[in-house]
């Protein structure tokens, strides 16, 4: 299997999508009601606070970069003499 870097935007994104199915699921068994507009506020707060952890995962990674460059462009600059 190939690595890929983990995207835990994506991981949030699919935990509140995989709830809601929970909750329709359990209105078609017929286990609980589940009002149809209960569902919309649960999948826009899973997209934004996934936004939220992508954006915040993603300017972690920048800095992390940055500071690899940086610490690698600095050892090479400096002379022993």
Wanted: charged share 15%; with cysteine; net charge positive.
């Amino acid at each position: 299997m190939l690595r890929h870097e983990f995207q835990p935007g994506r991981l949030v994104v699919g935990a509140f999508f995989t709830l809601a199915g929970v909750l329709y699921a359990g209105d078609a068994g017929g286990l609980w009601e589940t009002p149809w507009f209960a569902v919309v506020p649960l999948v826009v707060a899973g997209l934004c606070l996934a936004g939220a952890t992508g954006v915040v995962a993603r300017s972690l990674r920048r800095r992390r970069r940055a500071g690899r460059g940086a610490r690698a462009g600095a050892a090479g600059t400096d002379s022993p003499i």
